[in-house]
Nanobody
């Protein structure tokens, strides 16, 4: 059973930092691209970042470039999202995702709130 479990969300002030983690199990983690999405209240789910299976290629939505860094530790079967210089518009539920055999798997999400 593919499982993804996010953690690390919380309340931070604008300009602050937070690191999200997504622990994976039930599949060959090192063979798959991992992604972070976010969904703000009342908005569509948005792809924030992705990372290739070996961790050598990453992509980011323009709004987070230079502020967020996606990484992975294949030995620990964990993907991370380091978020720096946070802005109120980063407030959302953040989800980890992978596509395994044509099926999209999601974690339960972790809330990130950026507010003063």
């Amino acid at each position: 059973q593919v499982q993804l479990v996010e953690s690390g969300g919380g309340l931070v002030q604008p300009g602050g930092s937070l690191r999200l983690s997504c622990a994976a199990s039930g599949f060959s983690f090192s063979s798959y691209t991992l992604r972070w999405y976010r969904q703000a209240s009342g908005a569509e789910r948005e792809l924030v970042a992705d990372i290739s299976s070996a961790g050598t290629s990453t992509n980011y939505v323009d709004s987070v470039k230079g502020r967020f860094t996606i990484s992975r530790d294949n030995a620990k079967k964990t993907v991370y999202l380091q978020m720096n210089s946070l802005k109120p518009e980063d407030t959302a539920v953040y989800y980890c995702n992978t596509n395994h055999w044509g099926y999209a798997y999601w974690g339960q999400g972790t809330q990130v709130t950026v507010s003063s």
